[in-house]
């Protein structure tokens, strides 16, 4: 039975303007992008063999053109649109970010670094300078790799944040396995770098390790 046949309350997208987006499901959200089905198969019936498919959504959106263009009823138009939509979201949250206060609004902090460094297939060391109202002044990334204490190179990352004179700083750094608990080491280089900015009086706010769809904040386990 094709989505137009079905009672209205159960359509994705009535269901969306009626309750709002985050009362779909990964599937139907999928379906609204997806338009269409296949032969045989409706929209939402499509989405959800995808889902199946990749696995799950961070694994659908993070796969390369070959690999997406793939799958059945996917292609090159349908991968310009996800990619572009993502982008979107990426967009959207940094300026959520840049508009507000990093230091008192936390959460806004986590979406954004999480939609940057989740699913990375390495990892990824950045830096989130402030100025001295604790306001985003610029994301970098700055090392990559395997992240350790021979990587990270504390002159480095002080003389970005003079260049951009920063007056407070938020590191991150993603887990590729997808666990975001942090380890002794990043203890270890967050205490390093913090005692290098202090010497020219940058406060570190926190560090955000970012595993698969979560995000683990040392300060907020009294790590800083």
């Known amino acids: 039975m094709a989505i137009k046949d079905w009672d209205e309350a159960t359509r994705p997208r009535e269901k969306l303007l009626q309750r709002g987006a985050h009362a779909l499901t990964d599937a139907e959200l999928l379906a609204i992008f997806l338009r269409t089905g296949v032969k ?5 019936d499509l989405a959800q063999d995808l889902l199946n498919e990749f696995g799950d959504l961070r694994s659908m959106l993070g796969a390369d053109q070959q690999r997406f ?4 009823g996917l292609g090159a138009a349908k991968y310009v649109q996800l990619q572009a939509s993502v982008e ?9 970010l840049q ?3 990093a230091l008192t609004n936390p959460q806004d ?5 999480l939609t940057e460094l989740s699913g990375r297939q390495h990892e990824v060391f950045a830096c989130v300078f402030l100025d001295n109202k604790n306001r985003v002044i610029k994301y970098e990334e700055l090392f990559y790799g395997t992240i350790d204490g021979a990587s990270v190179h504390p002159r480095e990352v002080v003389k970005r944040a003079l260049h951009h004179n920063a007056a407070a700083i938020i590191f991150a750094h993603n887990h590729p396995s997808g ?18 900015l202090s010497l020219v ?5 926190d ?3 970012v595993g698969d769809g979560s995000g683990v904040s040392l300060n907020e386990r009294g790590l800083i």
Do not use: M, W
């Open 40 to 44: 045989g198969k409706s929209a939402l």
């Open 69 to 72: 263009c793939e799958a059945k």
């Open 88 to 96: 979107l979201s990426k967009r959207y949250l940094r300026q959520c």
């Open 99 to 101: 508009r507000g206060d």
């Open 109 to 113: 902090t986590r979406n954004y670094l």
């Open 179 to 196: 666990i975001a608990e942090p380890s002794q080491n990043d203890v270890t280089i967050t205490q390093h770098l913090k005692q290098a």
């Open 201 to 205: 009086d940058i406060r570190v706010l």
């Open 207 to 209: 560090h955000f390790v």
